[in-house]
């Protein structure tokens, strides 16, 4: 008998199928055992109407026939005949899966990580993060960008500053990648629209929601451009269909963190910082500290302001100082001091930068 995974098992009423995965939950009521099975597609309840041996975690595998319980999650449940313990879990699990929260230390959480790892809730939160990622790619293919992937060990550092990671590479000192922007302006020449889903590395604290010293980036180049709108434009646009495709397939996986859509509007608003930074100051007596351009308390303002006042949890916050971002930044022709770029916030986080880069050679030197 093939495998039925626990998705499909509805379609499979009053059949004999089987299933194989972990006791999630399992409870006696007199003669009758019932076992909470879960395996990667989903969860369903076996009902044994005789003695068997399981416990919560073993890895087990259940035949029996697929019947109609409007109560049962999905609307089925398994009248087990034939139970068999593929891997036995060897100790008692330190904490039930089994329960809508892990209301734990984060001490016990991580100690204890691959088990944790297993609730339904965090497993929302890979599930909804692979999707993420699917939209991203699809989406931008349909965009006509190629896929790239770029070196991560490099012979300099890619962005400057003191924030890279440097290490021996046989006779030679080398560093981890701070970004693929070289590599993809270099692809921009080749395709003229590139994108990578790839690591980052940078030697800052990781320990806030601003500063992680290895993450996965999603970046792009694009050429023949007007201006930065034109990005602006390409990323709200991409953003929209990531959201749209997140609604419709991973609507269970918000639910489990209650979440019940996801918004982009058609035209995110936009701002430039030096008026975002007097409506701080004058409306929410705030100022941003003189060291900063804008600090993770603006942002957050910022980001509050948006909702306040457009109803939307996005906002970009453009034309930041050119003598912050010199390098690639192309100056504004209006105000050379300000630069042509943006920093996208969701929910006061600035999750995206992007921008019109300098593309003349004189001005690069």
């Known amino acids: 008998m093939e495998r039925t995974l626990i998705k499909d098992a509805k ?110 809730k965090v497993q929302a939160i890979f599930r909804l ?34 924030n890279f990671f440097k290490l021996q590479y046989f006779e030679k000192s080398a560093y981890l990648a701070q970004s693929p922007q070289f590599y993809k302006q270099i692809m921009v020449g080749v395709f003229e629209r590139v994108f990578e889903i790839g690591s980052v590395f940078r030697a800052e604290p990781h320990f806030t929601t601003r500063h992680v010293n290895e993450y996965v980036g999603l970046d792009a180049e694009m050429g023949f451009i ?33 979440i019940e859509t996801l918004k982009v509007p058609k035209e995110i608003h936009q701002m430039k910082l030096a008026e975002i930074k007097k409506i701080i100051k004058e409306k929410y007596n705030y100022e941003i500290p003189e060291t900063t351009d804008i600090d993770p308390e603006g942002e957050r303002i910022a980001g509050r302001w948006a909702s306040e006042e457009h109803d939307s949890d996005f906002l970009f916050i453009t034309h930041y100082p050119w003598s912050d971002r010199p390098f690639y930044t192309m100056p504004c022709q209006e105000n050379p001091k300000e630069t042509c770029g943006f920093d996208l916030l969701y929910k006061g986080l600035e999750i995206a930068t992007g921008g019109q880069r300098i593309h003349l050679y004189d001005e690069l030197l």
């Open 129 to 162: 993060y692979d999707l993420l990622l699917e939209s991203y790619e699809k989406t931008m293919r349909e965009e006509n960008f190629v896929e790239i992937k770029t070196p991560k060990i490099l012979e300099a550092a890619s962005e400057g500053g003191a």
């Open 226 to 258: 007007n201006d930065f709108q034109d990005v602006a434009k390409m990323l709200n646009k991409i953003l929209g269909r990531m959201f749209e495709e997140i609604n419709s397939r991973g609507e269970e996986y918000l639910k489990a963190h209650k």
């Open 11 to 120: 379609e499979k009423i009053g059949q004999e199928i089987k299933i194989q995965g972990r006791v999630l939950n399992l409870r006696a009521l007199s003669n009758v055992k019932f076992l909470v099975i879960q395996d990667y597609s989903g969860v369903i309840q076996a009902v044994f109407e005789k003695e068997v041996e399981a416990k919560v975690g073993d890895a087990v595998e259940i035949k029996g026939q697929a019947r109609e319980d409007k109560r049962a999650k999905g609307g089925v449940e398994i009248s087990g005949q034939d139970l068999k313990i593929i891997s036995a879990c060897v100790e008692d699990l330190p904490f039930d899966l089994s329960k809508p929260n892990l209301n734990l230390q984060l001490a016990t959480l991580l100690d204890q990580r691959s088990l944790a790892l297993r609730h339904p």
